[in-house]
């Protein structure tokens, strides 16, 4: 948008608040420009996130038959990261396109990964996705970095991308376990100050066109699975 330029469409807007939250200290961490910043977050060693290990949720939800047979489904893992739950959807017979900001990670970890797994460097919000539609889409921690006014542009681009009957998962900080910033905070100054929280009541409201099947606490110290105390997981249906 050209500086100057008078607002007359939600464009317009959206880039307008891009540009405050890029002139932050922290930058706006939800674009491609980001790419290293999240590849080395994702790679320090003692980091909770340098793990190979899945989400509790996806396990739990798998063995009580939420998530519907993956044997054939076709997974979208958003924020896929080094390619953890990838793997995981992969090994339980999914084919899966994951997506992710962090392009050096993705280059280094793409030869491990199960053949039916496809990793892209891409921006969730301004580039395209995967053509098509999913049995199953999958967020773990993705939505609660991008900013406010960015989770219209998420929710036009997300939701249409989840097939009739499929299914939604997604894994953010919990609202009463992390202290976050306000929307309105992050609008006024735009810094994200490291991530959004959410309460159930904001995840039912925020993915109102879809049918809630479970919100709860992440559940921590499950042998065999990634569950830090800090999060919340709900789980979708696009009925």
């Given at each position: 948008?050209?500086?100057?330029?008078?607002?007359?469409t939600?464009?317009?807007?959206?880039?307008?608040?891009?540009?405050?939250?890029?002139?932050s200290?922290?930058?706006?961490?939800?674009?491609?420009?980001?790419?290293?910043?999240?590849?080395?977050?994702?790679?320090t060693?003692?980091?909770?996130?340098?793990?190979?290990?899945p989400?509790?949720p996806?396990?739990d939800?798998?063995?009580?038959?939420?998530?519907g047979?993956l044997?054939?489904?076709?997974?979208?893992?958003?924020?896929?990261?080094?390619?953890r739950?990838?793997?995981?959807?992969?090994e339980?017979?999914?084919?899966?396109e994951?997506?992710?900001?962090?392009?050096?990670?993705?280059?280094?970890v793409r030869?491990?990964?199960?053949?039916?797994?496809?990793?892209?460097?891409s921006d969730?919000?301004?580039e395209?996705?995967p053509?098509?539609?999913?049995?199953?889409?999958?967020?773990s921690?993705?939505?609660?970095?991008?900013?406010?006014h960015?989770?219209?542009?998420?929710?036009?681009?997300v939701?249409?991308?989840i097939r009739?009957?499929?299914?939604?998962?997604?894994?953010?900080?919990a609202?009463?376990?992390?202290?976050?910033p306000?929307?309105?905070?992050?609008?006024?100054?735009?810094?994200?100050?490291?991530?959004m929280?959410?309460?159930?009541?904001?995840?039912?409201?925020?993915?109102?066109?879809l049918t809630p099947?479970?919100?709860?606490?992440?559940?921590?110290?499950?042998?065999?699975?990634f569950?830090?105390?800090?999060l919340?997981?709900?789980?979708?249906?696009?009925?």
């Amino acid at each position: 948008m050209v500086n100057g330029a008078r607002i007359h469409t939600t464009d317009q807007l959206l880039s307008i608040l891009d540009q405050v939250v890029a002139a932050s200290a922290r930058g706006d961490r939800s674009q491609s420009s980001a790419a290293e910043f999240w590849t080395g977050l994702l790679t320090t060693p003692g980091h909770p996130l340098a793990t190979q290990l899945p989400d509790e949720p996806l396990v739990d939800w798998y063995e009580r038959g939420l998530l519907g047979n993956l044997d054939g489904a076709r997974a979208l893992d958003i924020g896929c990261g080094s390619g953890r739950n990838s793997r995981w959807f992969a090994e339980h017979g999914a084919t899966v396109e994951g997506v992710d900001l962090a392009a050096p990670l993705l280059d280094s970890v793409r030869a491990t990964m199960p053949a039916t797994v496809t990793l892209t460097a891409s921006d969730v919000l301004r580039e395209p996705l995967p053509d098509g539609q999913f049995d199953l889409v999958y967020d773990s921690g993705c939505f609660h970095h991008l900013a406010p006014h960015r989770r219209i542009t998420y929710l036009d681009r997300v939701l249409p991308a989840i097939r009739p009957g499929g299914r939604f998962g997604i894994v953010t900080f919990a609202a009463d376990r992390v202290e976050a910033p306000t929307d309105l905070d992050v609008v006024l100054s735009g810094d994200t100050q490291g991530g959004m929280a959410f309460s159930a009541d904001d995840l039912r409201t925020i993915f109102a066109p879809l049918t809630p099947l479970e919100i709860r606490n992440v559940v921590p110290d499950r042998e065999g699975t990634f569950g830090p105390d800090f999060l919340n997981a709900a789980l979708f249906s696009n009925a």
